[in-house]
């Protein structure tokens, strides 16, 4: 895709909202918004669209006026707030419509202002606010912990003959632990985060550790070397309960030789 497209084509929502009765505003967020120096072939477009109190449901119920900006090949209506759409060209984009009560108390990261009516003013509206999650772990003893009794659990569930709640406890949950605390164990590279997905961009935030992913996920049926592997670093990095990881290495072995 074209770089330039997604910006021509956020101009063009932007010049279908200002036809429209009601509408105040469209904010660009991502890698179309404050991050353009990241923006892609691989991009796509998030934006929110700001009308008055009392239309938002018109412009969630309607979409022609973004179907004036350029035809739709697909839409879906993921949330009560907006969709997720593919444009005929095949411009991805997901967004929102609030009112402009509602931007008070929306949950958002900083934003770049498209186009807003001259009489539309909200200090705070390009502003990060709202609910956002905190995805990196202070307490790095409860997390490890937390990751290798993940690993037990799941080992034990791939003994039980439960290999799918194997996979998500050492995969996703034990994972998941160990990346949110890889931040006390490397610099990260100065480039933008994410704050809804410790996951994006995390092989660029984290050079070194990327080069232990593949073996925390081997897979559906080499669970036991992801386990291997995850233990293996915790161990590196934390005085881990050394009654707990001869258990968890019992397990591996156990599980290890399930295939054979």
Do not use: C
């Amino acid at each position: 895709m074209d770089k330039q497209k997604l910006f021509d084509r956020l101009d063009a929502i932007a010049q279908s909202l200002e036809k429209e009765d009601h509408t105040l505003a469209l904010i660009a967020l991502g890698s179309v918004g404050t991050e353009q120096d990241r923006v892609d072939e691989y991009s796509d477009l998030d934006f929110f669209a700001i009308v008055e109190d009392a239309y938002k449901e018109k412009f969630i119920e309607d979409l022609s006026w973004l179907k004036n900006a350029h035809p739709l090949a697909y839409t879906f209506k993921n949330t009560k707030d907006g969709y997720k759409v593919l444009f005929e060209d095949g411009i991805y984009a997901e967004f929102a419509v609030f009112s402009a009560l509602e931007m008070d108390t929306v949950t958002q990261p900083k934003g770049r202002m498209v186009w807003q009516r001259p009489n539309y003013q909200d200090k705070d509206i390009l502003k990060m606010k709202g609910n956002i999650p905190n995805l990196k772990a202070d307490n790095v003893e409860y997390a490890i912990n937390e990751a290798l009794t993940n690993l037990y659990v799941g080992l034990n569930r791939v003994m039980r003959g439960e290999r799918l709640s194997g996979y998500f406890y050492i995969e996703s949950y034990a994972l998941s632990r160990i990346l949110s605390i890889v931040h006390h164990f490397e610099e990260a590279s100065v480039i933008h985060e994410d704050v809804f997905g410790l996951e994006r961009r995390f092989e660029k935030h984290y050079p070194i550790f990327k080069e232990e992913l593949h073996q925390m996920l081997s897979g559906y049926d080499r669970i036991e070397q992801s386990a291997f592997a995850m233990l293996n670093y915790l161990d590196r990095i934390y005085p881990i309960n050394s009654r707990l990881k001869s258990e968890i290495k019992s397990l591996i072995e156990q599980v290890h030789h399930l295939k054979d």
